[in-house]
């Protein structure tokens, strides 16, 4: 299969702005009058929506919460993490991002953003950034109600992409997701995609044992060798 496609995740991929989610959590907890445990967001909410997020960890702590209270944490959550993109002087984006996307679009192929993420809070960075007309489509946390790992956001953008492209008939495996966490890969490989792991999360030997290419930068991916292997199959796990 050729390589048509690259679907990238969002947070931990395109903005590095994990610790900021988590500082807002942190908040959302105390509000409730509880408390988050050392490390544990990025137990449960790493690769995960922030649906899946909130209710887990309050379900830990015997809470369980009506649709409509949910509804209301999350949109105090995206409300305050708007506040705090707009706050920023200079946005967290991954200083090679922009090559590497200038890299895809000059190879011909289409981009879309595919994540857990809020619409509103994707689209917030992306026209901040500059990037918004880079991406064909969007793929956000409130178009499904799965979570990761379930491959459910994936299929849908593929869907997506034929819809708007008739006729171009694209399958997963002509895709390549950019993911940073465990549940974003195993996400995507459910959908029959394979995964470019950045090891802006965690460390290149632990994601490297789930992704089919491994890089630390974005500019050490040989986007040619990439596509060519595509053409031929699925590949093993391996270190560029």
């Known amino acids: 299969m050729t390589l048509k496609a690259v679907l990238f995740d969002f947070n931990g991929v395109i903005i590095n702005d994990e610790p900021i989610h988590e500082q807002i959590v942190d908040q959302l907890m105390l509000d409730e009058n509880l408390q988050l445990k050392r490390g544990e967001f990025r137990e449960v909410c790493l690769g995960k929506n922030d649906r899946t997020c909130i209710a887990e960890l309050l379900k830990r702590r015997g809470r369980f919460l009506t649709e409509a209270y949910l509804?209301?944490?999350?949109?105090?959550?995206?409300?305050?993490?708007?506040?705090?993109?707009?706050?920023?002087?200079?946005?967290?984006?991954?200083?090679d991002l922009a090559d590497f996307i200038a890299k895809i679009r000059a190879a011909g192929l289409k981009m879309a953003v595919v994540s857990g993420a809020m619409r509103s809070d994707v689209e917030l960075v992306l026209n901040l950034a500059g990037l918004a007309q880079s991406f064909e489509l969007i793929v956000a946390g409130d178009d499904t109600m799965t979570s990761n790992p379930a491959p459910d956001r994936y299929l849908l953008a593929v869907e997506l992409m034929n819809r708007q492209y008739p006729g171009w008939n694209l399958q997963p495996g002509e895709c390549l997701a950019v993911e940073d966490t465990f549940a974003g890969i195993e996400a995507a490989k459910k959908a029959g995609i394979q995964v470019l792991g950045v090891t802006h999360t965690y460390p290149f030997h632990m994601i490297q044992r789930q992704?089919?290419?491994?890089?630390?930068?974005?500019?050490?991916?040989?986007?040619?060798?990439?596509?060519?292997?595509?053409?031929?199959?699925?590949?093993?796990p391996t270190a560029e």
Not at 71 to 89: G, T
């Open 71 to 95: 509804d209301r944490l999350l949109l105090r959550k995206s409300q305050a993490y708007h506040a705090k993109i707009d706050s920023l002087e200079t946005l967290p984006i991954y200083p």
């Open 211 to 236: 992704a089919n290419w491994t890089v630390d930068y974005f500019a050490d991916l040989e986007l040619d060798r990439v596509a060519e292997i595509c053409a031929i199959g699925p590949t093993e």
